[in-house]
């Protein structure tokens, strides 16, 4: 970790804790910063504010007290969750105090390069499979970011042979000032978190701060598939390496006589990828792209893609229980990961689908329901996918009360041959704190059956 002494004596408050503000609160206490946390959650049911408070760290639970900047604030570190519309929020930037997410933090800190990766769908596999390659190639990387390991402390640990593969969300992204990926990867882009950003537009701004401070020496990894991730492109100053599965390029990553291509490079053939799902080939492809720029071997690619077979609850396999093959896509927040996921199942699907309601429609998905002969819905959103349900002509259509009580369901319409899969087109905040506990409590109900 850098010795650095932006923060020697400075005021700062930490606002939010979850894993993110208690690593960061922790960190800059370490730098000498005079910190004070502030979190929503009351003290007496706050273990993570009683730790801080334990080591000499200010902590006011309870609110947000608009109050807090009357004390002479120099920086806030913000939660990504909350919105800039918070008051607190919105009366810091008004008196000019910097908004930042421990993201920044952790690059200020940083004695190792970061591999950036962003994008509406396929962060969560894309970074992973960066890493299993990085790692099979002995190219020390550590994991970190949205993905669950808070980045500021994956930096304080690293060195300059390490390499940060970091999962990147809009969110955390508007918090930056310097961070400055060597590698950054943009998977793709399409309406996500409108609640949070309001429009497409700023969206797209937010997820374009990735590559905002990189320069000729760094490298933007892009999906030469879409006009919006391509016109991003255009306003960076890194190099450009696209990536393509459907058409050939004449540099990047890019699928040419179903084999994999890097720079005119054969990788391996296409039917020898472990990773199911057409769509899980733009993720390949960058993880390539990624991979071959930071020195890995084709060997150690070759190796990850003949054995890797997806993460946790991104079409995840379950279990085979009386014919019926069990899968957890409780990461498809949104409607085209739930289509992707569809497209990658050949035989009859009981699709459980249903979560929070941020306002849209399903109709997108209505082509994509022809092979589900059951649809079970749950949560805020069950009227209106019932309702595209009916218009893709599904017969059996099912309400229940939560994910654990469709599973039985499930189970009931069935029959041997047929794809049980969990793919809720949702963000699960209507009913479970996240999208891990959401399909946590499915693989739960699915081995109940047995």
């Known amino acids: 970790m850098k010795q650095i002494n932006t923060y020697l004596h400075k005021k700062i408050l930490v606002l939010g804790l979850a894993k993110s503000g208690v690593t960061a609160a922790a960190l800059l206490h370490k730098l000498g910063a005079f910190v004070t946390v502030n ?9 993570e504010a009683q730790g801080l408070l334990e080591q000499g760290i200010k902590v006011i639970c309870g609110e947000h007290p608009v109050e807090l900047l009357d004390e002479g604030f120099e920086l806030i570190v913000k939660n990504p969750g909350i919105p800039y519309h918070n008051p607190l929020v919105e009366g810091a930037i008004e008196k000019g105090i910097p908004v930042i997410t421990e993201v920044e933090l952790a690059y200020q800190i940083s004695e190792a390069p970061f591999i950036g990766i962003t994008g509406t769908n396929g962060k969560t596999t894309t970074t992973t499979l960066i890493y299993e390659m990085l790692k099979e190639g002995n190219k020390h990387p550590l994991i970190a970011g949205n993905i669950g390991t808070v980045a500021s402390g994956v930096a304080e640990e690293a060195t300059p042979e390490n390499n940060i593969v970091i999962e990147l969300s809009s969110f955390q992204l508007m918090g930056i000032n310097t961070f400055k990926p060597k590698i950054a990867v943009l998977t793709n882009l399409y309406d996500a978190h409108l609640d949070y950003h309001g429009t497409k537009e700023e969206y797209i701004k937010a997820k374009a701060y990735i590559t905002k401070n990189q320069t000729e020496e760094d490298y933007f990894i892009v999906n030469a598939d879409q006009k919006e ?16 599965p459907t058409q050939v390029l004449n540099n990047g990553a890019y699928i040419q006589d179903d084999w994999v291509f890097f720079n005119d490079e054969k990788i391996m053939p296409v039917k020898e990828i472990a990773l199911p799902g057409v769509h899980n080939l733009e993720n390949i492809l960058s993880a390539i792209a990624a991979s071959k720029l930071t020195g890995v071997s084709n060997e ?26 069990f899968y957890n896509d409780s990461k498809a927040t949104n409607i085209l990961a739930t289509i992707n996921a569809l497209k990658a199942f050949k035989k009859p699907i009981i699709l459980l689908a249903g979560g929070l309601d941020r306002g849209n ?3 997108e998905l209505i082509p994509y329901l022809k092979g589900v002969k ?8 069950a009227p209106k996918i019932e309702r595209a349900g009916k218009d893709a002509g599904i017969k059996q259509i099912e309400r ?29 905040w209507d009913q479970y704190k996240t999208f891990e506990v959401r399909g946590d409590i499915f693989i739960n109900a699915v081995h109940k059956l047995k």
């Open 229 to 244: 991730v391509m016109k991003t492109a255009e306003l960076s100053k890194a190099q450009i390496i696209p990536f393509s």
């Open 361 to 363: 429609e399903f109709d």
């Open 374 to 381: 059951t649809l079970i819905t749950f949560g805020q959103t």
């Open 39 to 47: 979190d929503m959650k009351p003290l007496s049911e706050n273990p």
């Open 300 to 325: 150690a690619i070759d190796k990850v893609l003949r054995t890797f077979t997806g993460v946790k609850h991104r079409l995840q396999y379950v279990a085979e229980i009386g014919g019926r093959k």
């Open 400 to 428: 229940v009360d939560n994910v654990e009580k469709a599973v039985p369901v499930a189970f009931r319409y069935s029959e041997p041959g047929d794809v049980v899969l969990l793919s809720p087109a949702c963000a699960s």
